[in-house]
T-cell receptor, first 113, second 110 residues
Framework: EADIYQTPRYLVIGTGKKITLECSQT?????MYWYQQDPGMELHLIHY???????EKGDLSSESTVSRIRTEHFPLTLESARPSHTSQYLC????????????FGPGTRLTVT | QQPVQSPQAVILREGEDAVINCSSS?????VHWYRQKHGEAPVFLMI?????EQMRHEKISASFNEKKQQSSLYLTASQLSYSGTYFC???????????FGAGTTVTVRA
């Protein structure tokens, strides 16, 4: 079973607050990803990392930022939350070689009021 | 660019078969298939590699047509547990990231 964790699982927060969504994996994977998914909709890649100190923006424009200081940890930060950020955020990781499967965390369901 | 999945939704009775297609306008290196049940994270089913063979997960199989840049997922003798949303993720020749399709919602009824 994949060991990838996300906290918190649910978060309700007011507009303008700064939030950090945590993602950790214990598989030693170099590649990590953040996806945004609205209920019943497709997954949109918002950030990815191929290793420590490597981060890139994904296909969907996002006001969030990420950091990768340790292999196992890939947090996502929203400096000022807005209602438009309400969504589910999924973290994933995959092995070093090309075309390895992605393991998904349980997700954080964020509601900004 | 996101791949195009079809159909958007399909309703089956137990034991029936279905096919889900995933098409790309760009040259593909691989196609991943994932299944997501309501309220849960996507779970990996299989990978089809360029030049590779057809893959299988239980009674679910998939093929990759390089000429058409298309993959098809075959649900054979469907079971109630097959219900969920199926996503294809495409990896392009010059890009290591996955782009996901819009998903196909499969409902299997007794």
């Amino acid at each position: 079973e994949a060991d990838i964790y996300q906290t918190p699982r649910y978060l309700v927060i007011g507009t303008g607050k700064k939030i950090t969504l945590e993602c950790s994996q214990t598989m030693g994977h170099d590649k990590m990803y953040w996806y945004q998914q609205d209920p019943g909709m497709e997954l949109h890649l918002i950030h990815y990392s191929y290793g420590v100190n490597s981060t890139e923006k994904g296909d969907l424009s996002s006001e969030s930022t990420v950091s990768r200081i340790r292999t196992e940890h890939f947090p996502l930060t929203l400096e000022s939350a807005r209602p438009s950020h309400t969504s589910q955020y999924l973290c994933a990781s995959s092995g070093d070689r090309r075309s390895y499967e992605q393991y998904f965390g349980p997700g954080t369901r964020l509601t900004v009021t | 660019q996101q791949p195009v999945q079809s159909p958007q939704a399909v309703i089956l009775r137990e034991g029936e078969d279905a096919v889900i297609n995933c098409s790309s306008s760009k040259a593909l290196y691989s196609v991943h298939w994932y299944r997501q049940k309501h309220g849960e994270a996507p779970v990996f089913l299989m990978i089809l590699l360029k030049g590779g063979e057809q893959m299988r997960h239980e009674k679910i199989s998939a093929s990759f047509n390089e000429k058409k840049q298309q993959s098809s997922l075959y649900l054979t003798a469907s079971q109630l547990s097959y219900s969920g949303t199926y996503f294809c993720g495409t990896e392009y020749v010059n890009d290591y990231k996955l782009s996901f399709g819009a998903g196909t919602t499969v409902t299997v009824r007794a």
